[in-house]
């Protein structure tokens, strides 16, 4: 029966899904990650060897112990000092900024630092000790779509890849003898805008140490049957620029998309040695955290 005049006829439903590009799902699951980051929750940026480079000394003061240990392969340090803005208040928890904010106490070269220069201060402390939590944010997020769901990786501008969702593993590495000590610290201070050694203060880091545990998700060439055969993977590292300007993508993107062959060969500006410890299908570590797992199932579900 035709449709009445000026109704316009029934869409034909469809089984037909659109595949998911696997660089547009990788910004937004990242985005969901960064800004829900609990341990900066209500943190501004106070200081930083990108607006002050005699940071990493003056930090001696109140953490003299800080450099000890660090790996004679290190070929650059830096420091990020976040805290609390007790006059100003702090952002709004239904609209977390999306790159750091500025304390109001922060030193005149954190002022003065470039939007790229505080993007990139963003990725990089929210990426230390991140990569665990982001596998299991992709593995969250593909966990609710429908059976036979595609991924489309495109590396460069050759036809993109069509994968099933379900044929994804996650790569074990272990980083030996980093090239970049990143440390982010955190101040919960007594009383006063200035740091001082009577105050509550922690750290995070990325290159602290000679080995570091690192995890990417890998998805199998459809073209290749064998699940141990790793050569045949894509690689997709959503948490590399908490190394600093070396963890860009090929591309300039803040993640990487490569294949398993490419990796090594970009994290050679990273690390002396990078070794592949194995492949899993999920993510551990996180089984004795149900609040990071509930808040990394809720980032899964928006992105």
């Not at 976040?82 to 900024?97: L, Q």
């Not at 470039?114 to 991140?130: I, K, M, V």
């Not at 591309?251 to 410890?277: H, N, Q, V, W």
């Amino acid at each position: 029966m035709a449709p009445a005049p000026g109704i316009p006829p029934t869409p034909t439903p469809t089984t037909d899904m659109e595949p998911i590009p696997l660089r547009s799902i990788t910004v937004l699951i990242n985005y969901e990650r960064m800004i829900s980051d609990p341990r900066y929750k209500g943190l501004k940026l106070g200081g930083s060897t990108r607006g002050d480079r005699n940071l990493s000394e003056g930090i001696k003061k109140i953490l003299p112990k800080i450099w000890g240990g660090e790996p004679e392969s290190v070929m650059r340090r830096s420091v990020h000092m976040f805290a609390t803005d007790t006059e100003t208040g702090t952002p709004s928890s239904t609209n977390p900024p999306a790159t750091c904010s500025i304390h109001p106490y922060a030193s005149v070269g954190v002022k003065g630092l470039s939007r790229a220069d505080l993007d990139l201060t963003f990725h990089e402390t929210r990426g230390q000790n991140g990569c665990y939590n982001a596998t299991g944010m992709y593995q969250d997020f593909f966990a609710l779509c429908p059976e036979g769901q595609q991924v489309s990786i495109q590396i460069a501008n050759e036809d993109p890849v069509l994968i099933d969702a379900t044929a994804r593993m996650v790569f074990e590495y272990t980083l030996h003898a980093p090239k970049h000590d990143i440390r982010s610290i955190i101040q919960q201070t007594s009383s006063g805008s200035d740091f001082s050694s009577d105050d509550k203060l922690w750290y995070f880091s990325s290159g602290a140490s000679d080995s570091e545990n690192h995890c990417v998700l890998a998805f199998r060439h459809p073209e290749n049957s064998d699940v141990s055969s790793k050569e045949n993977y894509f690689i997709v590292d959503m948490t590399r620029l908490q190394y600093g300007e070396a963890g860009y993508g090929t591309y300039g993107e803040t993640y990487f998309l490569g294949t398993y062959e490419d990796y090594p060969t970009s994290m050679a500006k990273i690390c002396g040695e990078l070794e592949f410890r194995g492949m899993t299908t999920a993510t551990t570590g996180r089984a004795d955290e149900p609040e990071n797992q509930v808040r990394v199932q809720e980032c899964a579900k928006r992105a």
